[in-house]
């Protein structure tokens, strides 16, 4: 059974950091892109970031300059590094995975169950 499970969501002031976590099982992910989406309360779910699996980055941007996505291969993990949060930030994070298409949209194969990151000012 594929897993993709989040972890590392909190509770963080604004300007702070947080590192969120996505650790895969069920097979290997080293050959799929990995993204990241949030969804804030009453919207839609929109692209954070991504990474290809030779490891070229994407990322949007509201959070470029902030965010930075890694990948361990070897752990089947990818993460999510968020610096100089703003309470705008505050949002359900999900990692997801996919074999083929653009990283941009949210029709990706595989999803986590989300974590809860939320921001105060």
């Known amino acids: 059974q594929v897993q993709l499970v989040e972890s590392g969501g909190g509770l963080v002031q604004a300007g702070g950091s947080l590192r969120l976590s996505c650790a895969a099982s069920g097979r290997t992910f080293s050959s799929d892109a990995m993204g990241w989406f949030r969804q804030a309360p009453g919207k839609e779910r929109e692209f954070v970031a991504a990474?290809?699996?030779?490891?070229?980055?994407y990322s949007a941007d509201s959070v470029k300059g902030r965010f930075t996505v890694s990948r361990d291969n070897a752990k089947n993990t990818v993460y999510l590094q968020m610096n100089s949060l703003k309470p705008e930030d505050t949002a359900v994070y999900y990692c997801a995975a996919r074999h083929s298409g653009s990283v941009y949209l949210p029709n990706y194969d595989y999803w986590g169950q989300g974590t809860q990151v939320t921001v105060s000012s």
């Open positions: 990474i290809t699996w030779r490891g070229i980055t």
